[in-house]
């Protein structure tokens, strides 16, 4: 965990699937003039402590949002902004559903409740589909990291952030990187997002292939006090591909 910043109010950013707390370090820095900066790695992630695993704890998403309130607790913090990629948005809203005193405000980046479609509900995904990349993860976790990473990254014309999140998920623990998959995509959390209180940014790339538009408007539509800005921007990570324009978008929500 990494604690930095001058100002009392607090913000808090969590990563998503396969990353670490490093991810952030084109956002986060700069909001360290104004909050008080909280970064961390779930259990199976960067260097956090790998014998604090349990595939029991961890069986869904609440036993990482228990984490994420055992942090708040622990430093004795309130009325965070929890700023979240991908599946920690998810985590995110089930934390501060159990807990909604602790959170101030919630921002996702990519959101997905569900990433199989349901019906008139589009996540992205058939269940084959996302059985086959689960097979495949678990039978070759490099050969994974090596054709999702471009994927989930977009921005071909920039190789070089693909290459950086190919070496992240090959830093992953296979294990725990097979174990989270499972939990991040066979997870469908669209019932809880109706009893999310927190005010929500929800920020959505215009080209995204794990996540498309259609579901961060299905989460705005959910989430009772929530706002959805569609950015100019391509991939599935625009805090690391348009720095730039999540912090600006976030400054101006908080």
């Known amino acids: 965990m990494k604690i930095s910043g001058k100002g009392s109010q607090v913000i808090m950013f969590a990563h998503g699937y396969g990353c670490d707390q490093a991810m952030w370090r084109a956002v986060a820095p700069s909001f360290e003039d104004d909050y008080k900066v909280i970064l961390f790695d779930y259990v199976g992630s960067g260097h956090s402590d790998p014998t604090a695993f349990s595939r029991t704890q961890y069986s869904t998403l609440r036993g990482y949002a228990a ?9 004795k913090l309130e009325k965070v902004n929890f700023i979240a990629h991908s599946v920690s948005s998810m985590i995110g809203a089930l934390a501060a559903i159990q807990r909604p005193e602790l959170f101030e405000n919630l921002v996702m980046i990519g ?7 349901d019906g008139e509900y589009l996540g992205g995904f058939e269940r ?29 014309e920039r190789p070089e952030l693909a290459s950086e999140l190919e070496a992240s998920f090959c830093n992953t623990d296979p294990i725990h990187a097979q174990h989270f998959a ?52 391509t991939g599935h990570c625009p805090h690391l591909s348009s720095p730039g324009v999540v912090t600006q978008a976030i400054r101006n929500f908080l």
């Open 111 to 117: 959101p997905s409740p569900s990433y199989i479609n």
């Open 182 to 233: 499972r939990v991040t995509f066979l997870s469908d959390n669209r019932a809880d997002l109706l009893n999310l209180r927190s005010r929500t940014l929800i920020l959505q790339c215009d080209k995204d292939a794990i996540a498309p538009v259609s579901v961060g408007q299905y989460v705005q539509r959910c989430i009772p006090r929530s706002q959805l800005i569609v950015m100019e921007a």
């Open 67 to 75: 984490d994420v309130i055992g942090i708040i607790e622990e430093l």
């Open 128 to 156: 084959s589909d996302i059985e086959d990349l689960l097979e495949m993860l678990d039978n070759n976790h490099s050969g994974w990291s090596a054709m999702m990473a471009p994927i989930i990254m977009g921005n071909p």
